[in-house]
């Protein structure tokens, strides 16, 4: 891990406009001045109940929905998202050879046999076998599944990944599997994570430093080491009191 940045959030205020056709139109302001940074090499955990903002947090930082105000800056190309259920990101309808060749057909760069070769590897990176290429998502595993997510989102070689509750639907086995295989990837890929979950013993096992989220606001953040053993908040003791 270095001190240069992955991201950079600053002030930022964000929401959700409702309703619309005859009605006027709401915004919701769910962000409120947002400031952090994801230096590189670093998983740099997000914790906060349900309802809190992670995830619109995460879609303003991907581009998938525009800030109210504050900035947002990448010093990476091609930032990925790793989902929290990879049943329903993954098309049904399609093998695994198709939706991890998919995105590089799309990139326009590679021939037929080079995107065979890359896809063939990413499964090897990502600890699956080859007999998964011509399954269907159903017929995988939920952790497979979640590995072929990860797949996914690699396959234009990010540096930076935001992984919103990715092992939070599968049981704890599995999940071990999946938190080891991130740490490695990070490793070997010199990957910055910013980890989203509500799960404070899964933030503990993986992060470096975490950020806690009350009601849109950053109203912590430390080491791991800080926040677990000295916590400031009383809103962060609590979710401490809530794991345990």
């Excluded at 996914?152 to 086995?173: K, Y």
């Excluded at 989203?196 to 430390?222: F, P, T």
């Amino acid at each position: 891990m270095t001190d240069a940045p992955a991201l950079s959030v600053s002030h930022l205020c964000g929401g959700y406009w409702e309703g619309g056709l005859f009605g006027r139109k709401t915004f919701h302001e769910v962000l409120h001045d947002v400031s952090f940074d994801v230096r590189c090499g670093e998983i740099l955990g997000l914790v906060g109940e349900s309802g809190t903002g992670k995830t619109t947090l995460s879609r303003v930082i991907l581009g998938m929905v525009e800030p109210a105000s504050g900035t947002v800056t990448h010093y990476t190309k091609r930032p990925q998202m790793i989902f929290q259920d990879p049943y329903s990101s993954l098309n049904p309808a399609y093998p695994v050879s198709w939706t991890l060749e998919e995105p590089l057909r799309i990139y326009g760069k590679y021939g037929a046999a080079e995107r065979r070769r890359r896809v063939r590897d990413m499964l090897a990176l990502v600890g699956l076998p080859e007999e998964c290429l011509s399954a269907r998502p159903e017929e995988l595993s939920g952790g497979q599944r979640q590995r072929v997510s990860i797949a996914v989102a690699l396959l234009q070689q990010p540096r930076f990944l935001i992984a919103d509750e990715p092992v939070s639907a599968l049981d704890v086995t599995i999940q071990a599997q999946i938190l080891k295989l991130l740490k490695r990837l990070r490793r070997e890929l010199d990957l910055s994570y910013l980890f989203i979950s509500h799960d404070l013993n899964v933030i503990y096992q993986l992060c470096d430093r975490v950020l806690v989220m009350k009601d849109g606001r950053i109203v912590e953040q430390g080491s791991v080491e800080e926040i677990f053993s000295h916590p400031r908040e009383p809103y962060t003791r609590e979710l401490l009191d809530a794991s345990n």
